[in-house]
């Protein structure tokens, strides 16, 4: 295994341009549940009249914005979490080499952390918006305007920035991120399932030889992979490159 992680040092050192594609096994270290795991979001007992997976809709969100909101920030709104040792060392290394980071997470833990160049596919928890009149709210703003938030100025209803089911993705993002991956010659693939789409479908767009996967259970890539990290969580890898680095 030391050989492995002496390897992934020595493509992180040899790469002019890295990205990292994340998903939500690089936050569960720092306590935020994932989705679909056994002990993930999805399948646990809803409180409430929806399945949680329902819940994180658009249609839900349009049609039951009392319990959406109650859900919201009961569950989604994580309390008291910090950047782990996997966001800490993305950020140093963001100082010493052209890395990107494209996340599939809406908790901005890599920007707490300290990293700069990070594409948010699905959003952020730390952003809303008046639907109305495109006012923009911190989340600290929004959390202190009632039980269904409506912004002071206009009256419409504030949303959080994060893409829900049922609605695209941002296609300024969307082509950033192509770009992004089409411009790499080393990619770490890492907490992801990959079975969310578009999102997932941006790995056929990096045209690089060098694959890395750091990942609790095996994905399918239909790619040649380089190295391959099961079982393991992201920072306690990361912990174990830097000292070849």
């Known amino acids: 295994m030391e050989n492995k992680y002496r390897e992934l040092a020595t493509l992180v050192k040899k790469a002019k341009k890295i990205v990292f594609f994340g998903g939500a096994g690089v936050s569960t270290e720092s306590g935020i549940p994932d989705f679909r795991s056994d002990n993930g979001l999805y399948n646990l007992k809803s409180k409430y009249d929806a399945p949680y997976e329902v819940m994180l809709s658009h249609s839900y969100y349009e049609n039951h914005k009392d319990n959406f909101f109650a859900f ?19 950020a140093s290394l963001e100082k010493k080499k052209d890395i990107s980071i494209i996340t599939q997470n809406i908790d901005g ?34 959390l202190k305007l009632g039980d269904v938030p409506k912004c002071p100025k206009c009256g419409g209803y504030i949303k959080p920035d994060v893409v829900l089911y049922e609605e695209p993705l941002d296609q300024n993002i969307l082509t950033k991120a192509l770009i992004t991956l089409q411009n790499a010659d080393l990619l770490i693939v890492a907490g992801t399932s990959l079975n969310v789409y578009p999102a997932a479908g941006l790995i056929s767009y990096f045209y690089g030889n060098n694959i890395v996967i750091i990942n609790l259970e095996k994905l399918h890539l239909y790619r040649e992979v380089k190295l391959e990290f099961y079982g393991q969580k992201v920072g306690e890898v990361f912990n174990e490159v830097k000292k070849y680095l």
């Open 109 to 142: 833990l890599h920007q707490e952390a300290g990293s700069k160049n990070v594409i948010e596919l699905h959003g952020s928890i730390k952003r809303n918006y008046c639907e109305s009149c495109a006012r923009y709210y911190t989340l600290k703003e929004m």
């Open 72 to 90: 919201y920030k009961d569950l989604m709104i994580p309390k008291n979490v910090k950047p782990n040792d996997a966001h800490k060392f993305l």
